[in-house]
């Protein structure tokens, strides 16, 4: 994070905070930082913006302190493992005209805004079927993403090109002999098509998305999240037209961009996750995977 904001102007990181301040003075040494503290509040009183990295099971204390202080947050996702909770911190910081911006760079990418406007014209048509995959072997190790931050990045992609209205929801989880999560599955049923996911843990998938529809294909290939280019077919069409757009780093400089751009009034946040509607379906679809994985 501290790398990828050199790369955007209008912003300087001055601080780190963390509770071990061993781990806090290392940092600020190693990224050549202004200060660090390991007294929160302190270091709420220094900055504007704040991004959390934390466990999940802290995440949602520190993103609630953060916005009692009247700070715009950045932070990994999901926001809290309860959705009332979630709902909650969203409606705080719309009360204090505060952002929440979740650390998934594809909602910032302007391909996933074209993406998205090609599919809602009905570039392709009526959707008949969505797939992808993604696996935490995609992801620094150094990260460490719970399965339910990994499976959030396709959740978001289904909920944003389909919708939120789906009939029904199956999920299938495989687990090893120790009895530790391996692979998921999700399909959403909706009303005139499917959609399908696959995630995992070190399990070689095919990482790709594929949406058809009922006049022709749009097809991205690899890194789908990073949605560096995708490819398009029309029916009666023999080859796939190529609409390609800059990837730089690992997409956190979108995320702050975007964030800039926001708290200064030139556009509004397209495509975050807090609507009421995207919300509910979000957690329902967490919820069921989370109690698969469970049992």
Same mark, same amino acid.
């Given at each position: ?8 102007? *209008?912003? +300087? ?31 709420? !009183? ?25 700070? +715009? ?39 996933? *805004? ?6 809602? *014209? ?18 620094? !190790? ?33 687990? !090893? ?6 692979? &998921? ?7 005139? *098509? ?18 058809? &529809?009922?006049?022709?294909?749009? +097809? ?25 757009? !800059? ?49």
């Amino acid at each position: 994070a501290v790398i990828e904001s050199k790369n955007v102007s *209008g912003i +300087h990181v001055q601080s780190v905070f963390s509770e071990d301040k061993i781990t806090a003075q290392n940092f600020a040494l190693k990224y050549e930082l202004d200060r660090d503290f390991f007294n929160y509040e302190d270091f709420l !009183n220094t900055i504007d913006i704040v991004y959390i990295k934390s466990s999940q099971m802290q995440r949602d204390k520190y993103i609630r302190k953060a916005l009692e202080h009247k700070k +715009h947050v950045i932070c990994d996702v999901p926001l809290s493992l309860d959705y009332e909770e979630c709902k909650n911190l969203i409606t705080l910081a719309k009360r204090n005209n505060l952002m929440i911006f979740e650390n998934v760079p594809m909602l910032y990418l302007q391909s996933f *805004g074209q993406l998205l406007w090609m599919v809602k *014209g009905n570039i392709i048509g009526d959707i008949l079927s969505f797939k992808c995959s993604i696996s935490k072997n995609n992801f620094n !190790n150094l990260d460490k993403k719970s399965i339910m931050e990994i499976v959030y990045y396709p959740i978001c992609a289904v909920l944003k090109l389909l919708g939120n209205k789906y009939k029904d929801c199956k999920c299938k989880t495989v687990k !090893n002999d120790v009895g530790d999560f391996v692979y &998921g599955a999700i399909e959403l049923i909706y009303s005139k *098509g499917t959609a399908f996911i696959e995630t995992g843990i070190d399990v070689s998938l095919e990482d790709s998305m594929v949406i058809v &529809g009922t006049e022709g294909t749009i +097809h991205v290939p690899d890194d789908w999240w990073n949605l560096g280019y995708f490819k398009v077919k029309r029916r009666g069409e023999h080859k796939f037209k190529r609409y390609s757009f !800059n990837f730089d780093g690992n997409g956190f400089r979108y995320i702050i961009k975007s964030l800039l751009q926001t708290i200064n009034n030139k556009h509004e946040e397209a495509y975050q996750m807090n609507s009421a509607e995207d919300l509910q379906a979000l957690y329902s679809l967490l919820d069921k995977l989370k109690e698969d994985v469970k049992n």
